[in-house]
């Protein structure tokens, strides 16, 4: 088993947190992982992404190479596209539809859902609109993990036992909340796949 | 003992608690700022009463961990590689003195220059105080390097140094922890006279030492653990990696290498592995993450010249660091299918956060200097308000090194710039600001002086800052007059009066200091959340 992945976002977003429940996930499963983070100077409002590597064998590279990722996962639709270049030819992107706008020069949204549209395995989802349904627009990071559940080799039970570690600390109803948005994530994904 | 998660910077600090570490010293700077909050924030360092609270500056720091050093205990000095042209000083003259307790000094590099101003390797000046350095490939080897490490600098009775960069400190992977060891006891060096106190015939004497010790430096590398020979079949090609440079190469051959492997992770350069490996093959590739040190260092190293390819014949770019795919391409491996970025992604470099004061003193100060077109001259410096360079500001000139702005300012104030500004940061000032604002103090330079004081050291993640709630009296302690020292607060509906002040200190024809103060919005975030 290898899943190759590539979080990304504006920094701010949170790709961290994601980063966090997939470790901790992995770490349950007794897989093999390297997670090159990046921090400082990008960390305002610039682009942000981390590497996150699993593998049942040991991973010789913190990053990873060149068309060879299976998934990319973002929180921001234009983020997802600027890592094309790793992503193999029938990996999956799997991105928040909604952009966030803070620099002039952003390209038109049809433009961005075009390029999107022209990628073999895609799922694009307003992972805000559906944290909000639930209640809480702060668990909008937990929805697009959750859309990524399918994609990422690793059994969703565990996924749900990464969150529960990663919240365990702010609570029962933090928990529950995140493990919702988890599921709503993952059945949103199942109903918006394209293919 | 057990697995856990670590970053690298958390495995060097974890390394370092569990070796019996006294007491860390440093001064915040990415990528190395993570190995020192991993220490204050660790319930266990705590109990163990080790020493951790941020320096003014990486000279003070490496200062500080040589006296402790000195008294017998363990110390861990961190800083980002720029840093340690700061603390270059006492780094070149604790080589000549050596420890008595063990110290390590860690440099994290940051080629490819995602959060810095040049990518120089440390490297170099390992080389250029000649003490042992240590460079990890992993997480386990980095933790596994500072555990051992006191050992090996008590053993020789010199500092190591510990390079790493960017992606080995900001990476994760599963380290394993050990054993922990007791603290050192406090105790002196017997010598200690003859050591410590670098008068110039105890010099001379303490640099041969220096250079007899390079001997038993070598002969440490040679039975390093960390310095590894991998045979292979095909000897066309010898291949000699240094620190994470390893994993790139493992990367581009998933079943084995092909070609002998010299894996070094422990310096100075190990000579018998590299003389069987030049024996054994043609020619030799340089792959190491920075400058080509090694590279360069080979060409005369065995008396004899090789074959070599790296960086310096552009078999490998000249900047940047490395990756999977340059190092496969250095290869001549194959390249796989792969997107283009679509034409329509566009750059989002970092920003002024919204509601940041920073912004609000280069609107008021943009506007106040269109009374001077083309003649006024804002010399920055390095934090967040370096920003203030990008769009809408565009209101600084420059961002050379930690507080060359007001000394940029007072050397173009005598070349007959006026006005001639200063922006500068409230952690940067105490850092290395104070002592040009006493050169400007004793010379009455016509120089105004910004210190936009966010309360903390933003930039790197909201660290104290260390002059907090004392600048105007630093100031006036440095002798700046006290009607000269004015305090505002950087909002919009202070900006008549913001530019009032900032007006009349430009008018004045000595140093003034002007002091917007307003506390970083995301330092207050992190301290009050807001509960939702
Ligand atoms: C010699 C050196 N040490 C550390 C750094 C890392 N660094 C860059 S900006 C900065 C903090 C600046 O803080 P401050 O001056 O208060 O400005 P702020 O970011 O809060 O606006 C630090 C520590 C550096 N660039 N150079």
Sequence with gaps: ?195 | MGKHLFLGDEAIAQAAIDAGLSGVYAYPGTPSTEITEYIQNATEAKEKNIRSKWCVNEKTAMEAALGMCYAGKRALCCMKHVGLNVAADCFMNAAMSGVHGGLIIVTADDPSMHSSQNEQDNRVLGNFAMIPMLEPSCQQEAYDMVYNGFELSEKTGYPLLLRITTRMAHSRATVETRRKKEQNRLSFPQDGKQRFILLPGIARQRFKALLKAQETFTRESEVSPYNVYFDAPDKRLGIITTGIAFNYLSENYPEGFEHPVLKIGQYPLPRKPIERLANACGEILVLEEGFPVVEEQLKGFLGRGLILHGRLDQTLPRDGELTPDSVGRALGKSIVAYYDVPEIVKQRPPALCAGCGHRDVYEALNEVLKSYPDTAKVFSDIGCYTLGALPPFHSIESCIDMGASITMAKGAAEAGVFPAICVIGDSTFTHSGMTGLLDCVNEQTPVTIIISDNETTAMTGGQNSAGTGRLESICRGLGVAEEHVRVMIPLKKNYEEMKGILREEIAYKGVSVVIPRRACIQTLKRKHPVRK
């Design chain 1, 1 to 195: 088993m290898k899943t190759d992945l590539i979080l990304a976002g504006v920094g701010g977003q949170g790709i961290l947190t994601i980063a966090a429940i997939i470790g901790q996930a992995a770490l349950l499963e007794g897989l093999y992982m390297k997670q090159a983070e990046v921090h400082g100077m990008s960390q305002r409002g610039g682009d942000v992404q981390s590497n996150l590597r699993l593998s049942d064998r040991p991973i010789a590279s913190d990053l990873i190479p060149r068309g060879q990722a299976e998934l990319i996962l973002a929180l921001e639709p234009m983020e997802s596209l600027r890592y094309l270049p790793f992503l193999k030819q029938d990996g999956w992107v799997v991105t928040h539809s909604q952009p966030y706008l803070n620099i002039p020069n952003y390209p038109a949204p049809e433009q961005v859902n075009e390029e999107l549209r022209k990628l073999p395995r895609t799922v694009a989802l307003d992972v805000e609109k559906i944290a909000k349904d639930l209640g809480s627009a702060q668990v909008a990071n937990t929805v697009m993990l959750g859309a990524a559940t399918p994609f990422l080799g690793i059994g969703y039970h565990r996924i749900e036992n990464g969150v529960e570690r990663i919240f365990r600390g702010k609570g029962e109803a933090i928990v529950r909340l995140n493990l919702q948005a988890l599921r709503a994530g993952a059945d949103a994904a199942q109903a918006h796949r394209n293919p």
